[in-house]
């Protein structure tokens, strides 16, 4: 027994080595940003994904439209298909608003109807990367963020202050966990209006042929001590 015993710990050994090598990083985490230019160069995105300019919305006005807002509305403001498919902002108030150019920022956005609700934006799919214009109508205001995953499970969040009529920009990136949802919420009662919305994954790489035979040796070598102990 001491024989194959001393056999089985050397492969053993080996295949923590390898597991360690391959998951360096055992808890999810999240990058944030306050700059657009360095959430494109970090994540490999670019340009933007829906910027809802196709609101009939006057420039410094206000029109409501259906809560949630997503590729299927059809009302005064927005048109089927006027959202890119697979996005949805939506309101705890029950209802959203879309904001002409130059009431708050110089394009059109879209938010939650009461300062007292919070704002959310949605996605069919997770992604691991997502970034978006804020807007408040408080100057030097701060938002609560709250990233949520697959079954509203939270799994995030953070605070972003200074916010006010001049464009704020946030961005995520996800080491682990895809995000499906992110909330916003003023915390001095404020507006949250969101516009220019980036989102996709990060490639995640894969490890290299070498750590795979060395994963594949491992397994064989305790395989192969698993057989002379079965023959003993």
Do not use: H, Y
């Not at 990083?25 to 657009?36: K, L, S």
């Not at 300019?53 to 410094?60: D, F, L, Q, T």
């Amino acid at each position: 027994m001491k024989k194959i015993r001393s056999k089985i710990l050397p492969s053993a050994s080996a295949l923590l080595a390898v597991s360690l090598f391959l998951s360096p990083v055992a808890n999810a985490g999240f990058i944030f940003f306050d700059d657009r230019a360095e959430f494109e160069a970090a994540s490999g995105l670019s340009g933007i994904n829906e910027d809802f300019e196709e609101g009939n919305v006057s420039a410094g006005g206000v029109s409501g439209t259906t809560n949630p807002l997503n590729s299927f509305t059809n009302d005064s403001t927005f048109s089927t298909g006027d959202i890119v498919s697979g996005l949805t902002v939506s309101s705890s108030s029950g209802a959203v608003v879309a904001v002409g150019a130059g009431l708050l920022g110089d394009s059109i956005g879209v938010g939650a109807d009461l300062f007292s609700a919070t704002t959310s934006i949605s996605f069919d799919s997770g992604f691991s990367a997502i970034g978006l214009d804020l807007f408040s109508n408080n100057n030097n205001d701060t938002f609560d963020i709250s990233l949520l995953s697959f079954g509203g499970l939270a799994i995030g969040g953070t605070a972003i202050s200074g916010l006010g009529s001049a464009l704020s920009f946030f961005g995520v990136i996800s080491d682990d966990t895809l995000i499906t949802r992110l909330d916003f919420d003023s915390q001095n009662g404020a507006g949250e209006i969101i516009d220019n919305v980036t989102f996709g994954n990060v490639r995640v790489d894969v490890p290299e042929p070498s750590s795979l035979i060395l994963l594949t040796l491992g397994l064989a070598g305790i395989g192969f001590s698993r057989r002379k102990n079965n023959k003993a």
